[in-house]
């Protein structure tokens, strides 16, 4: 039955048969979580030999001749560097490794602009006040990190290919507070889709009134693939160099969701002016990262032929659960007509957008159910979807049964809902 197309004695009568189901499921007691896209233990236990690959004090060496376990290193071990060129198909000279987060390279990466400007005589951020791009859906993490900086955030509307460039070009061109954009380009957070090379080439060439502009280019999700085939995305700095904004890129990459999410290494990608300048300051911060750790890591794959063999085996175990969530829309959602979702080739989230007015009431019956989701409105600035439907899932961390009951719950609870939302009306 298409609720839409129902009269109100079928809503109704709809409604109690689904209410009588949710009291079903209210006495089961369950416990699932799919708030955050955390690798379950299966996956972590993949990287078991991590712990033990280097063991002895001289297996310290690094191929440069450098003892890991002293100081010194500040750039990172050229071994690591080779595997995050290969991810982000950079040269190794533009890396700079860092510790267990991206997300920390990031928060430091503003806050160094906040503090003391781009470099080139440019004011710090903070000299005035500054807005940033947030394209949503989006990532709730990096919002917060403009927020905690005191921008103003600005929704972009994403679309299949990106964010809207019509709107990002209009809004850059003339207002010189607009200091940056978030971007997740490669499966996107959370609505699993990759830029297109237009996109990102009208991002590198667009005109921006703040000379000091940067997108903030968060490949978390690289080399994460559920299929044999691989999203395509265009190469930002080979872009970016045929306009001569370069300087314009910050690029992070992660192994956060590769091997350990509490233990992996991090780096970030810049220019040579960029580097140079942030490692000014870098310098003045710490003497050196954990190169044990990214010893560790760079023998634990060998080359990056062992990596991508890593990746397949994280994508045998992720596969079927998103296949699960993707295949229960389809048989308790379609026929009702209600909600739209994303069906994402790679990384590590499904976006549900359901009927306006309908995720937070949605997301509230799943919790009394004990079914756990990103709260509504988090992929949006400052919480807020306008419409009011869009939810986050992360297939991740449940079993794939689990994921499937999980599934279950949420696409009952989406329909009481919409019903109820309806029955308003």
């Keep these: 039955m298409i609720y839409t197309n129902a009269t109100k004695e079928e809503l109704q009568a709809e409604l109690t048969k689904l209410k009588t189901e949710y009291e079903k499921y209210k ?25 033990t690959v280097v063991s002895k004090n001289a297996e310290c060496i690094s191929e440069e001749g450098l003892d890991v376990r002293n100081y010194g290193g500040l750039d990172g071990l050229i071994e690591m560097k080779r595997f995050f060129a290969g991810i982000m198909n950079v040269p190794t000279e533009m890396i700079f490794v860092g510790g267990v987060s991206s997300l920390r390279m990031m928060y430091d990466a503003y806050a160094r602009n906040m503090m003391f400007g781009v470099g080139d005589g440019m004011e710090p951020w903070s000299k ?28 972009v509307p994403m679309r299949k290919d990106g964010p809207d460039m019509d709107t990002v070009e209009r809004l850059v061109k003339d207002d010189p507070a607009i ?37 903030f280019w968060d490949n978390a999700y690289g080399i994460h693939d559920l299929y044999e085939e691989s999203d395509p995305l265009a190469e930002i700095f080979t872009l970016a160099r045929e306009y001569g904004n370069e300087d314009r ?7 956060a969701k590769i091997t350990y999410s509490g233990g992996n290494v991090s780096a970030m990608a810049m220019s040579p002016r ?61 026929p009702c007509g209600i909600g739209s979702w994303s069906s994402p080739r790679g990384g590590y989230f ?22 756990v989701l990103t709260p509504a409105g988090a992929t949006f600035p400052y919480g807020i979807d306008p419409n009011d439907s869009n939810l986050r899932i992360a297939p991740s ?20 809902a919409a019903i109820e939302k309806l029955l308003e009306k």
């Design 27 to 51: 006495v089961l007691g369950l416990k699932l979580d799919m708030s955050r896209g955390k690798p379950c233990a299966e996956q972590m236990d993949l990287s078991e030999g991590l712990l």
């Design 128 to 155: 005035a006040p500054h807005k940033f791009l947030c394209p949503s859906p989006g990532y709730d993490r990096h919002f917060a990190i403009s927020q905690s900086m005191g921008a103003e955030l600005i929704t």
């Design 179 to 215: 200091k940056g954009i978030w971007c997740v380009p490669k499966y996107s957070n959370p609505t699993g889709i990759t830029f297109s090379e237009e996109t990102v080439r009208r991002l590198v060439s667009m005109e921006t009134a703040a000379k000091d502009f940067r997108i």
């Design 249 to 255: 890129v910050y690029e992070f990459c992660s192994f």
């Design 274 to 334: 960029n580097r140079a300048y942030a490692r000014k300051f870098l310098s003045k911060q710490f003497i050196c990262n954990d190169k044990v750790n990214q010893l560790r890591h760079a023998r634990f794959f060998g080359d990056f032929e062992g990596l991508k063999a890593h990746m397949r085996a994280h994508a045998d175990i992720l596969r079927p659960k998103f296949e699960a969530v993707l295949r229960t829309f389809e048989e308790q959602l379609t």
């Design 350 to 371: 499904i976006s549900l957008d359901l009927p306006n007015g309908t995720a937070k009431h949605t997301y509230w019956l799943c919790a009394d159910l004990g079914v």
């Design 397 to 416: 961390f449940p079993s794939a049964e689990e994921m499937r009951s999980a599934a279950e719950v949420l696409c009952l609870c989406a329909k009481i």
